[in-house]
Structures are given as C-alpha cells and as structure tokens.
C-alpha cells in the first residue's frame, strides 16, 4: 500500500467511516497544538491595500498558507507585502494565477467592485475557491454569471458580508419565522454611509500617476479616465464606473438579515429619491423602495407581499413605537426594523442587539428553537472549512453564492432605481429576465453631465438603454467576463 499522500490528494480525500471528520484534527496529526503544513490551505489574496478588506480578510486566515498577493498599488499594500514575506507579489492578477496556479488552492478579492466579476471568474474557470469582498459584484449580469459559474465549476464560494456568519443572524431568523411579531409586511433599512465623498463632479483636470501605481489596471474594464487622487485609494466607492455607492457598500449587511429571514427573491418593483447626482457620481443621501411578492408559508406562518425601504447617507425611518427614547435605532448608524402584525423587531447591520417590541409582550417569551446552523467560527474560516472538505461530504459556507448572488442582485439594481429615478415611476422589475418592463422607446432621463468643460446641462439619455447598460455593463477592449 502506498504510505505517501500529496498536499492536494489529502485535501480532496473523503472520510472512509461514518462519523470520521473529513479533516484530520490539528491536534490528531501533530500533537502539539498547530495545525500541520500538510492540513493547511494555499490562498491568494487580490486586493490587499492596507486600509481595505482584503487585508482584514487574510488576517483571519492566516493560519493557513498565504502562499501569493496581488495588487494594483505596492505602496498602499506594503504593510499587507511586509506581514506575508514568503508570499510572492504580482500587479496583475492574471500573471499571478498563470504562473502560481498550480500552487494556489483559494483566493481572497477584494478590489473596487468593478473588478471583482473578471476576478472571480478567471479563478473560477480554473478550479479555484473565491472569497470575494462584498457587493458581489458591480451589476446584476454580472451576479448572475458568478452564480452560474460557480455551479458549472462545482467551487466553494463565500461573499465578504461577514454579519451572516453570526449567531445573531441566525436568531432573527428564527423570531421571524415562529411567528412572534406576526406576519411581516413592512421593513425599514438604514445607514449613516457613505462615510466618502459622493456627489462630485469628475476632475477638471488629471493628475500624474504615482509609479508604484498601475493604473491601467485599476480601470480593469471601466473606460479609461484620466487618474486622480480622488479615485484611488479607497474614494472609488461614489464613482459610477468603479463602486456602487452607500447602497453597494452596506445594503449587504444591513438587508442581508432581511434577505434571509423574509426569505426574498426578486423585487417586483423599485422606486427611489435622491439627492442630486450626476453621471459619473452616487447621490449623497437615497430613499429606495423594494417590493416583493408573497413567498411560500414558512412553517404555518403566512409571508405576505412586503415592501423594503433602505435609507441612506444619514436618512432615517421613524423610531417605532415602544423603543426607549435613550435607547439607540439599531446600532444608531445601521439597522433595520421588521414591522409585524403582532409586534416590532429592530436590530443592528449584523442582526445584533434585536429588540422585540412592545417590551411588556415579548419580555418572558423564551427564544424559539434554533433552525439554522450556527457557524461557530469566522466567516473568513469557515471557507476555509468548506475548502477543506471533499465535495461529497462539503457543508457550504453561509454566504455561498446561491445565497449571495440573489441577495446581491437585489441590493446592486436597487442603483437602477436611483439612476432612473428622472422618469417619476416605478419600475417593473422581471428579475428572471434581468429587465426594466415598463419602460417604452421613448422614455427619456435627463441627468446632470459630471464631465467638466462640456455641455453643463442636463444629458438626456434614452431609458431603455441606459437601463440595459447598467444592468450589464459594457467592458472596455480587452476585458471580458
């Protein structure tokens, strides 16, 4: 019998008893305490400035091996460089799978939201697990084929919204679907981002590139610019092209909670307001109404058509009724309220600290049983786990791409609403089909160029085109997903 096994056989290989772990303990292999190097998983990062998520990400892997790193600016992630000495560095995260893919098992990414889609799917294609940063990605085409992908690659997927892999998420949940506040047919949203500037007008003027940065890169598939502080780092998120505002930024937090106790599909329609925006800038603030249709029972409480309000840039729904007057709305600046025929739920972006209201209704109810699986470690580790298993055995992580994708769908073309919102109605949305339905060909917008020195009046634009645009992006020569 062959006593010799590979790092990647093992990693592969099932239980052979019922009732064995897939994975050899650490304390099994070595004894002392440490997980062994043949037990440990070989990730990348993509995106790792030392001010982003990226690093955060592999801070909480780091028990396993971080083996490459990538990333468009060497001066932002030199602190990120300089705590993985042994990890070797790329610009391009494509040079970097090509000559590190054999020794690379999963990657992190967590670039400015119009790369993660091209990121994703090139790991994808080759046979890698992706963590990938929240939102998902830049637009609703582009959830869509990562969901798709990542059924057709058969790969453990994860998006970075973290709040979903905590006990409180889990618990919401379950008070939703016992049936303690009634059936739910209105919920408020909110945050106090963005917390970068928005609103802005594009430079006059464009500025020299730094030299450890390459900037052709950052623009990935977005049409070219001229570059300037004002994009990078970390401002991209209030840029149309690059990020996809407060919206984008949060809403896969703070509705991630909504999303999975109201269990939500589609929108069936979205309207919004804003404050003033251009076309190359998000609004300050936004008031974004989703409607959903009634889902199946769960168990025997009924899930009514409910409407979903998000409220951002430092907007606010009504402190509910019975809620303490020095007692904080959710975490004050995130949170959500799920209003019931029986009562109120208010929680925090992460689900946490969830009050029951009217307080002398819920007060003694004990909590219902638990439901869902409770994680028990990280967001970042559970991938980790899941990576680890083999695939007959593999319990997926929380936020895999089944879920992620439908809820960041929902959170990406709620911008569809804010962008269109010129046309003064509400619009139809066919999620299946990824489209606007009652828009007609002569539907016109009319939005305030963001391009200095060119005609300073409003820019019309044609509805139906606009909208397919922003639905589905069209990539710059040279880029495809």
Same mark, same amino acid.
């Given at each position: 019998?062959?006593?010799?096994?590979?790092?990647?056989?093992?990693?592969?290989?099932?239980?052979?008893?019922?009732?064995?772990?897939?994975?050899?303990?650490?304390?099994?292999?070595?004894?002392?305490?440490? @997980?062994?190097?043949?037990?440990?998983?070989?990730?990348?990062?993509?995106?790792?400035?030392?001010?982003?998520?990226? #690093?955060?990400? +592999?801070?909480?892997?780091?028990?396993?091996?971080?083996?490459?790193?990538?990333?468009?600016?060497?001066?932002?992630?030199?602190?990120?460089?300089?705590a993985y000495p042994d990890a070797k560095r790329y610009v391009d995260f494509r040079k970097m799978l090509d000559e590190m893919g054999k020794s690379i098992d999963a990657v992190v990414i967590a670039t400015p939201d119009h790369t993660h889609a091209v990121c994703a799917m090139a790991y994808m294609q080759a046979g890698k697990h992706v963590y990938v940063q929240k939102p998902l990605t830049h637009s609703v085409f582009e959830s869509r084929t990562l969901l798709?992908?990542?059924?057709?690659?058969?790969?453990?997927?994860?998006?970075?919204?973290?709040?979903?892999?905590?006990?409180? @998420?889990?618990?919401?949940?379950?008070?939703?679907?016992?049936?303690?506040?009634?059936?739910?047919?209105?919920?408020?949203?909110?945050?106090?981002?963005?917390?970068?500037?928005?609103?802005?007008?594009?430079?006059?003027?464009?500025?020299?590139?730094?030299?450890?940065?390459?900037?052709?890169?950052?623009?990935?598939?977005?049409?070219?610019?001229?570059?300037?502080?004002?994009?990078?780092?970390?401002?991209?998120?209030?840029?149309?092209?690059?990020?996809?505002?407060?919206?984008?930024?949060?809403?896969?937090?703070?509705?991630?909670?909504?999303?999975?106790?109201?269990?939500?599909?589609?929108?069936?329609?979205?309207?919004?307001?804003?404050?003033?925006?251009?076309?190359?800038?998000?609004?300050?603030?936004?008031?974004?109404?989703?409607?959903?249709?009634?889902?199946?029972?769960?168990?025997?409480?009924?899930?009514?058509?409910? /409407?979903?309000?998000?409220?951002?840039?430092?907007?606010?729904?009504?402190?509910?009724?019975?809620?303490?007057?020095?007692?904080?709305?959710?975490?004050?600046?995130?949170?959500?309220?799920?209003?019931?025929?029986?009562?109120?739920?208010?929680?925090?972006?992460?689900?946490?600290?969830?009050?029951? +209201?009217?307080?002398?209704?819920?007060?003694?109810?004990?909590?219902?049983?638990?439901?869902?699986?409770?994680?028990?470690?990280?967001?970042?580790?559970?991938?980790?786990?899941?990576?680890?298993?083999?695939?007959?055995?593999?319990?997926?992580? +929380?936020?895999?791409?089944?879920?992620?994708?439908?809820?960041?769908?929902?959170?990406?073309?709620?911008?569809?609403?804010?962008?269109?919102?010129?046309?003064?109605?509400?619009?139809?949305?066919?999620?299946?089909?990824? #489209?606007?339905?009652?828009?007609?060909?002569?539907?016109?917008?009319?939005?305030?160029?963001?391009?200095?020195?060119?005609?300073?009046?409003?820019? #019309?634009?044609?509805? /139906?085109?606009?909208?397919?645009?922003?639905?589905?992006?069209?990539?710059?020569?040279?880029?495809?997903?």
């Amino acid at each position: 019998m062959d006593q010799k096994i590979s790092r990647r056989r093992f990693l592969g290989v099932s239980a052979t008893a019922a009732g064995l772990l897939t994975i050899v303990p650490s304390f099994a292999v070595s004894g002392l305490g440490h @997980v062994a190097p043949s037990d440990k998983l070989n990730i990348a990062g993509i995106g790792v400035g030392n001010g982003g998520k990226g #690093r955060v990400n +592999l801070n909480n892997m780091k028990s396993e091996n971080i083996v490459a790193l990538c990333d468009i600016d060497w001066e932002y992630a030199k602190n990120t460089f300089e705590a993985y000495p042994d990890a070797k560095r790329y610009v391009d995260f494509r040079k970097m799978l090509d000559e590190m893919g054999k020794s690379i098992d999963a990657v992190v990414i967590a670039t400015p939201d119009h790369t993660h889609a091209v990121c994703a799917m090139a790991y994808m294609q080759a046979g890698k697990h992706v963590y990938v940063q929240k939102p998902l990605t830049h637009s609703v085409f582009e959830s869509r084929t990562l969901l798709e992908a990542s059924r057709r690659y058969k790969v453990v997927t994860q998006m970075g919204n973290e709040g979903h892999s905590r006990d409180e @998420v889990a618990e919401v949940c379950e008070w939703i679907w016992s049936g303690a506040i009634g059936e739910v047919t209105r919920i408020d949203a909110w945050t106090n981002r963005p917390i970068w500037p928005q609103g802005l007008m594009r430079p006059e003027k464009g500025q020299w590139v730094p030299e450890q940065l390459n900037w052709d890169l950052f623009i990935g598939p977005a049409a070219m610019r001229p570059y300037h502080r004002a994009y990078h780092p970390w401002d991209w998120r209030g840029w149309w092209d690059f990020g996809t505002g407060a919206l984008g930024d949060m809403a896969c937090h703070v509705l991630d909670v909504v999303f999975a106790a109201m269990k939500l599909g589609h929108p069936v329609a979205v309207e919004a307001s804003s404050t003033a925006f251009n076309t190359d800038s998000a609004p300050v603030a936004a008031t974004i109404h989703y409607d959903f249709p009634a889902r199946p029972k769960e168990a025997k409480l009924n899930m009514p058509a409910v /409407k979903v309000t998000w409220y951002d840039g430092g907007l606010q729904p009504r402190r509910p009724e019975g809620l303490p007057d020095n007692e904080e709305l959710g975490t004050g600046s995130n949170g959500a309220i799920f209003h019931g025929t029986k009562g109120i739920l208010v929680c925090g972006n992460y689900g946490e600290k969830y009050r029951l +209201l009217p307080e002398s209704k819920f007060a003694n109810l004990p909590k219902p049983p638990a439901r869902l699986r409770r994680v028990g470690m990280s967001h970042e580790m559970d991938f980790v786990r899941a990576c680890k298993e083999s695939p007959e055995n593999r319990v997926l992580p +929380l936020s895999n791409f089944e879920y992620a994708g439908p809820l960041n769908e929902m959170v990406v073309m709620g911008n569809l609403a804010v962008r269109l919102k010129g046309l003064n109605k509400k619009l139809m949305w066919d999620g299946e089909n990824m #489209r606007i339905t009652n828009l007609t060909d002569t539907d016109e917008i009319r939005v305030p160029n963001g391009i200095p020195n060119q005609d300073p009046r409003q820019v #019309r634009l044609n509805a /139906k085109q606009a909208a397919e645009e922003y639905v589905r992006h069209t990539y710059r020569e040279g880029w495809s997903l």
